[in-house]
């Protein structure tokens, strides 16, 4: 069974950094296109970033609002995703989902950001 | 970026009626379309996937169609379980671009 498990989230003041991970088990890891997707309180969703498999050139994309701050990676043999978080703004307040495949076939459960002074 | 416009933002419907949502993009998408279902506090759930594709396990009742710039989602009989959010999804260009979301509630 496919599960993805997220963790890493909590309080951090503005300006801080935080480094979120997403486990995945159940499914080829190493295959998979993975995306962080965040939703703030009371919000809709919003893509964050991608990262595609190596067979597929391990390409890397942001969203604008996290571009230059915010990094994605991956280690394949450990079936970990990670989102690193660097000068964070109140802004950034939500909860994270890492989600698998072209579309989002599967999602964790989620780890939420709180950002604040 | 691609704007997808979802309506209506809330509905109320009762058990066993006929719920239709639309997504409309602001380019051609083609086929690249997805829905995702959203019950509170829970990670979103992948339903339809290129347009009119029903991902596995999801039951019949849930249905896509549309391409290029305009989309739509039914649910044909509603069910008690079926009150959540739901959410439009463009995988064809980046960034990829979520629709605002339809809240859907019982009448």
């Known amino acids: 069974e496919e599960q993805l498990v997220e963790s890493g989230g909590g309080l951090v003041k503005p300006g801080g950094s935080l480094r979120l991970s997403c486990v995945a088990s159940?499914?080829?890891?190493?295959?998979?296109?993975m995306s962080w997707v965040r939703q703030a309180p009371g919000k809709g969703l919003e893509w964050v970033g991608r990262?595609?498999?190596?067979?597929?050139?391990?390409?890397?994309d942001y969203a604008a609002p996290v571009k230059g701050r915010f990094t994605v990676s991956r280690d394949d043999s450990k079936n970990t995703f990670f989102l690193q978080m660097n000068s964070l703004q109140t802004e950034d307040t939500a909860v994270y989902y890492c989600?698998?495949?072209?579309?989002?076939?599967?999602w964790g459960q989620g780890t939420l950001v709180t950002v604040s002074s | 970026d691609i704007q997808m416009t979802q309506s209506p933002s809330s509905l109320s419907a009762s058990v066993g009626d006929r719920v239709t949502i639309t997504c409309q993009a602001s380019?051609?998408?083609?086929?690249?379309l997805n829905w995702y279902q959203q019950k509170p506090g829970k990670a979103p759930r992948l339903l339809i996937y290129?347009?009119?594709n029903l991902e596995t396990g999801v039951p019949s009742r849930f249905s896509g169609s549309g391409s290029g710039t305009d989309f739509t989602f039914t649910i044909t009989t509603l069910q008690p379980e079926d009150i959540a959010a739901y959410y439009c999804?463009?995988?064809?260009?980046?960034?990829?671009?979520f629709g605002q979301g339809t809240r859907l509630d019982l009448k």
């Open positions: 989600a698998t495949g072209r579309t989002f076939d599967f």
């Open positions: 159940g499914f080829t890891f190493s295959n998979a296109w």
């Open positions: 999804q463009q995988s064809d260009n980046l960034p990829i671009t």
């Open positions: 380019q051609d998408i083609s086929k690249y």
């Open positions: 990262i595609k498999s190596k067979a597929n050139g391990g390409t890397i």
């Open positions: 290129d347009a009119s």
